[in-house]
């Protein structure tokens, strides 16, 4: 996938993955990070000993919410960049599970289909996104998602066939 597409290549590739991000390895110091910025310091995230004791995972592990906010990371090394957007704007979700929990330590990384592209408007695109966040050497993703953002443009680049 090239670095770079024009506003008027995004409907072309709709259907198809767009890009797989980089790797990122969620550690304990990124979960307490969170933990402490979030006010949710649930031990299963942050006491390492009493949840290799007492919780199913044998260990710590990430916030849902710390590997959802992880997709801004991965779209930004994933994804091509619009040529003539001059802001991307995060719209929300239409559907998203936290399928299995990320061990503090495991690398994940996000896979980008483009489901869908519509002009909104005459300087709004709005991209949906299938997104899986992958698990480095596990079977289930850590979550799925159907992401919405929409990119904005000066009205003059919108393409004339759309």
Avoid at 13 to 19: D, H, N, W, Y
Avoid at 33 to 40: E, G, N, P
Avoid at 67 to 91: F, H
Avoid at 133 to 153: C, G, H, M, N
């Amino acid at each position: 996938m090239p670095k770079e597409i024009s506003l008027a290549e995004v409907k072309n590739l709709v259907g198809s993955e767009i890009g797989v991000s980089d790797w990122i390895t969620v550690d304990q110091t990124m979960i307490d990070a969170f933990a402490k910025s979030t006010l949710d310091d649930q031990f299963i995230h942050t006491d390492p000993e009493r949840a290799k004791a007492e919780s199913p995972f044998g260990g710590t592990i990430a916030h849902g919410f710390l590997t959802l906010s992880l997709l801004s990371a991965m779209n930004y090394s994933a994804l091509p960049k619009i040529r003539e957007q001059t802001l991307g704007i995060n719209y929300g979700f239409d559907k998203l599970h936290f399928v299995s929990p990320v061990k503090s330590g495991a690398r994940i990384r996000g896979h980008f289909t483009l489901a869908e592209a519509r002009f909104r408007g005459a300087a709004m695109l709005m991209n949906t996104y299938d997104v899986t966040v992958e698990i480095e050497d596990e079977k289930k993703p850590a979550l799925t998602a159907r992401w919405i953002t929409i990119s904005q443009f000066d009205p003059e680049d919108r393409p004339e066939d759309d």
